[in-house]
């Protein structure tokens, strides 16, 4: 089967198939989206789903923050 058969008129979701959702912040580290967002994703109007495309990419900068990592422990010894 082809996909074309499946394309719709709408906004493609945002998964990159990467689906973890980051511990501290509550996204998904792959799409950016929150749990419940993820869930709603179907039941949304082209309208919220274009809303909430937009505002993703302003979430990246909360995934970005390290916490030290192999650097900060190697500065320990």
Same mark, same amino acid.
């Given at each position: 089967?082809?996909? %074309? *058969?499946?394309?719709?008129?709408e906004p493609d979701s945002?998964?990159? #198939?990467?689906? $973890?959702?980051?511990?501290? =912040? ?10 419940? %967002? *993820?869930a709603a994703w179907s ?6 789903? #274009?809303?909430? $495309?937009?505002?993703?990419? =302003? ?19």
């Amino acid at each position: 089967m082809s996909e %074309e *058969i499946w394309k719709r008129e709408e906004p493609d979701s945002p998964c990159i #198939r990467v689906c $973890l959702l980051h511990p501290e =912040e509550k996204i998904c580290i792959g799409c950016l989206r929150t749990g419940a %967002e *993820i869930a709603a994703w179907s039941e949304l109007s082209r309208e919220e789903r #274009r809303a909430l $495309l937009e505002a993703l990419p =302003e979430r990246a900068s909360r995934l970005r923050r390290r916490r030290g990592g192999r650097r900060k422990s190697a500065q320990r010894l």
